[in-house]
């Protein structure tokens, strides 16, 4: 049996990754499961649940980084099993997340090296959308945002440098797409996203690779 590919949708807070994530899980019927992380329903989640919505809980970066991490291994079974048995896989956020969010902070001693280590081993993404935008103030346009602990405009801009960043140092050119989705609707997002999933669709499956 062929595997299934796993497909990544990453952005900033508020560029439509959940959006396009369920329109693309839709299409993907009925071979196909979607995971969001964070996963706030399992034991971790929701302690990185409580962080995000509750400004008054505090953890040290390093804690709440290893948690994030320690959330993505907590389903990485679950997902090599779903591939295996020839489903396709789509996340909404992931490792460049967990690196970019916690290097952006600018803690002495944890830079995206540190940050990237206990994510080290994970599956990598057969194909990874990054969902960017040139005007960063335009995320408090759209609905919810500011209501949790990273959506401020100024660290958001932080989290683009770091993962530009992440992008030119681990990342493959040929599994990493762009789209800058400045002033495009629902619609225009979701056709550039289906091209290049269509095109990672039309590939022969290859060996699964790791961070
Ligand atoms: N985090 C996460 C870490 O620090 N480390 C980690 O390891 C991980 C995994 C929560 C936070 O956790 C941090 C990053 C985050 O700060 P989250 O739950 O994914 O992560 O939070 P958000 O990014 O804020 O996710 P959201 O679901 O809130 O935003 P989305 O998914 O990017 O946006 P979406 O699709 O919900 O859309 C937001 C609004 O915009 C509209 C939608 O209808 C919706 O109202 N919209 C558009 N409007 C106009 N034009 C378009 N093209 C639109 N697309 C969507």
Same mark, same amino acid.
């Given at each position: 049996?062929? /595997? ?6 990453? !952005?900033?807070?508020?560029? !439509? ?18 995971? #969001? ?20 809980? %505090? ?12 959330? /993505?291994?907590?389903?990485? =079974? ?5 591939? #295996? ?12 997340? !967990? ?5 952006? #902070?600018?803690?002495? /001693? ?30 408090? =346009?759209?609905?919810?945002? !500011?209501?949790? /602990? ?7 801009? #932080? ?11 681990? %990342? =493959? ?39």
């Amino acid at each position: 049996m062929t /595997r299934g590919q796993l497909i990544l949708i990453e !952005g900033l807070d508020r560029t !439509g990754k959940t959006t396009q994530t369920e329109i693309l899980c839709k299409k993907l019927q009925p071979k196909v499961e979607l995971i #969001k992380y964070p996963k706030r329903d399992t034991p971790i989640g929701k302690i990185i649940n409580e962080y995000l919505t509750n400004l008054d809980y %505090s953890l040290p970066n390093q804690s709440i980084h290893l948690l994030f991490s320690a959330n /993505r291994w907590e389903l990485m =079974d679950h997902i090599i099993s779903l591939l #295996k048995e020839g489903k396709n896989v789509i996340l909404d956020r992931y490792v460049y997340s !967990g690196v970019a969010y916690s290097a952006a #902070k600018e803690t002495p /001693r944890m830079d995206w090296q540190w940050c990237l280590s206990p994510d080290k081993g994970l599956l990598r993404p057969d194909l990874t959308i990054f969902l960017t935008q040139d005007d960063l103030t335009r995320q408090s =346009d759209r609905n919810g945002f !500011g209501d949790e /602990r990273y959506e401020i405009s100024s660290f958001q801009q #932080k989290v683009k440098s770091q993962f530009e960043s992440l992008f030119r140092n681990i %990342s =493959d050119s040929n599994e990493v797409k762009l789209l800058n989705v400045s002033g495009k609707s629902i619609e225009e997002v979701e056709t550039l996203v289906w091209e290049q999933v269509e095109l990672l669709l039309k590939q022969p499956n290859q060996e699964f690779k790791y961070f």
